[in-house]
């Protein structure tokens, strides 16, 4: 047993001698020296125990008669001479309970003369930087992240979302979402409403003013011919002067753009609700369809997105779906316009404009211009010979084409073709595995039938065999050829001013002209004579009351609208209706030339229940064209026939 003890011993010496130190920072007892002197001092910074304070001169305890001490203020002095140094011992609490406490000063409280009493209380400035401003508010996350593996090296990720809102000073608030995560993250399009997560912006705005860095979207400004919706990433600038009376509006906006616009008009087929796969301007079979960008019409009727809806779309994989709330047949025409993001070229896109606006007056200029960076193509490298090839060829976008045979060397887990000459014609590919000879890769583009030399052999495990045909009287017989589709850059502006001006009570008057400079391939000077374009645009309108007291109700309207642009004018995005061309039977149709629209109407309108209007139409196009058209709509609310005839009697 006294091993045991020793060793029990032992353990309570050791834990004695470890805990001594961590109990003596805690502990309230104090012990203190200090010179002999009759002046008042204070002993501690913390309020004192009474009870426990006793003083020693010369190791011996002097009488509480011989000296003041206050626990409370702390203060102490010797009534009585003492010849050697002074010790005191007492406790302490942990806090000094003379300090004051409180969220405002009492000073600043008063009351004058013959008045209530009232407060006045500042709040004091500090000198916080602009993330603690009580103003802001703050939102987001940041994440640390490590990862490593058998076979790969360590890492660390780092990822931030914040999101910012609120006033950082007089007339400037803020608005911003930051992230340093630069994923393309897509919502899913199979609801009604996008929850967007990769918009990165900051917004500062007043009641005049709004600037935005960043992710924004450009919408359709003041005017009949210019017509966009666009994703853009850049700098927009926006200031408003003036009253109600009379208001100015200035914007601008530079930017990269994030997506090319498209139209597609999809055959429907009977009894199929989907997929139907969409494809960009240059044909592509793959595209990603920039999110909420995406308009449906059905037999000319807007779509409405979501599960519950009309359709739902896959914007990775550029699919629309239709639900069972619309069954789609052969007869439907299904038009869908959408932005996709195009990755050949940095492309570029400036906007500008001005308009005023009063009472009686408005007047706009708009200018839109946006443009691919010819030297700085992203997804396509381009040879020097294939911008001599650009160079030449004009707008003839056909002959864009380069071969896609490269030499690569005898390779054993790819398609591989040797090159033989065959009746005539020589570099013909023919699939080989020999290592001598089959050094030749291509890739093949469809071209359409009789268009190729090559048609589709078979698969192996490593991809597809085109096979060489022959042609006939030099007549290509397959589908297929050994070539590239080289994407030319493009650009497109369009400028446009107008006026709308009320006459007097009865006419108004509006007028717009535009111009527009598209070129299909900016690295060829030629055929440049098709590029510029002139639009126009002139209505009248008038509004004329039937009598001042019996007919108070009923008015009679009239108009005149006369639209002219020329053969080689083009828009940014569509601005007539969706179907236009299948009201004018102009679809599919190799009408060229010129463009006339004239329209009259004339009408009868009730301002409580609707109105009657009949309307006459002629269009022309080129020299082989013209159509007219009449059309009758009516709008009206139920009334009954007793109150019509005492409204008109």
């Avoid at 406490?101 to 600043?108: A, C, G, N």
């Avoid at 700085?376 to 003839?396: E, M, P, R, V, Y």
């Avoid at 597809?464 to 080289?486: C, E, H, M, T």
Wanted: hydrophobic content about 35%; overall charge negative.
């Amino acid at each position: 047993m006294r091993p045991l003890l020793r060793l029990n011993t032992i353990l309570v010496v050791l834990l004695t001698v470890v805990t001594l130190p961590l109990l003596s920072q805690v502990s309230n007892l104090r012990w203190k020296t200090i010179p002999v002197s009759k002046d008042t001092i204070i002993i501690d910074s913390l309020t004192i125990y009474q009870p426990s304070f006793s003083a020693f001169c010369n190791s011996k305890k002097i009488d509480n008669k011989n000296y003041f001490f206050d626990g409370n203020s702390r203060k102490f002095y010797l009534k009585h001479s003492c010849d050697s140094i002074i010790k005191l011992r007492y406790r302490v609490f942990d806090m000094n309970f003379q300090q004051a406490i409180q969220s405002i000063d009492t000073s600043l409280i008063y009351q004058d003369i013959g008045k209530p009493r009232e407060y006045y209380y500042n709040q004091p400035k500090s000198n916080n930087d602009f993330f603690s401003d009580d103003g802001i508010q703050k939102s987001g996350s940041i994440s640390r992240g490590i990862s490593f593996g058998n076979a790969q090296d360590l890492s660390v990720n780092s990822t931030l979302n914040l999101q910012l809102s609120g006033e950082i000073a007089e007339n400037m608030n803020i608005l911003a979402t930051v992230t340093d995560d630069n994923l393309p993250i897509q919502p899913d399009g199979n609801t009604n409403q996008l929850q967007e997560f990769d918009q990165v912006f900051i917004q500062l705005f007043g009641e005049e003013y709004k600037v935005i860095a960043g992710d924004f979207w450009l919408k359709r400004p003041k005017g009949y011919f210019m017509n966009y919706n666009k994703r853009a990433q850049g700098l927009l600038g926006q200031y408003t002067w003036g009253d109600d009376n009379a208001k100015w509006n200035v914007q601008g906006a530079g930017a990269l753009s994030k997506g090319k616009f498209a139209r597609n008009t999809i055959q429907g087929l009977e009894g199929n609700q989907g997929p139907y796969r969409l494809k960009g301007n240059e044909n592509e079979p793959f595209i990603i369809v920039l999110s909420g960008t995406e308009k449906v019409f059905l037999d000319g009727r807007l779509l409405e997105r979501g599960q519950e809806f009309d359709y739902v779309i896959n914007y990775n994989t550029s699919e629309i779906t239709f639900t069972p709330r619309n069954q789609i047949t052969k007869d439907d025409r299904i038009v869908v316009e959408f932005q996709y993001t195009d990755q050949n070229y940095a492309r570029s896109l400036f906007q500008g404009g001005i308009d005023y606006e009063s009472e009686r007056l408005s007047f706009w200029i708009n200018l839109y211009t946006e443009q691919d960076a010819k030297n700085q193509s992203l997804q396509q490298q381009l040879t020097n010979n294939d911008k001599k090839l650009l160079a030449n060829i004009g707008d003839t976008l056909s002959l864009a084409r380069s071969s896609s045979i490269d030499s690569i060397g005898f390779v054993d887990n790819q398609i591989t073709y040797k090159l033989i000459d065959s009746l005539g014609q020589d570099s013909v590919l023919v699939y080989s595995v020999h290592p001598d000879s089959a050094i030749y890769r291509a890739s093949f583009t469809n071209v359409g039938e009789g268009n190729g030399n090559y048609i589709f052999d078979r698969f192996t495990a490593v991809g597809r065999v085109y096979k060489w045909v022959a042609p006939i009287g030099g007549v290509p017989q397959g589908n297929f050829q050994p070539s590239r589709l080289i994407v030319t850059p493009k650009k497109s502006s369009l400028i446009t001013a107008g006026i709308d001006y009320k006459l007097n009570d009865k006419w108004r008057f509006f007028s717009e002209i535009s111009t527009s400079n598209s070129d299909l391939n900016t690295f060829s000077r030629y055929d440049s004579e098709d590029d510029r374009g002139l639009a126009h645009k002139t209505k009248i309108e008038g509004v004329f009351d039937l009598g001042a007291d019996s007919a108070s109700n009923w008015q009679l309207t009239t108009g005149l609208d006369l639209e002219y642009r020329t053969r080689n004018f083009n828009e940014i995005e569509r601005y007539r209706g969706v179907e236009f061309d299948r009201d004018w039977n102009v679809r599919n149709k190799e009408y060229t030339g010129q463009e006339i629209l004239a329209h009259l109407s004339g009408g009868i309108l009730n301002r409580d229940y609707g109105g009657l209007e009949l309307q006459a139409q002629n269009y022309t196009l080129g020299e082989e064209y013209q159509g007219n058209r009449a059309k009758l709509l009516g709008d009206w609310k139920k009334m009954d026939l007793k109150q019509m005839l005492m409204q008109v009697t």
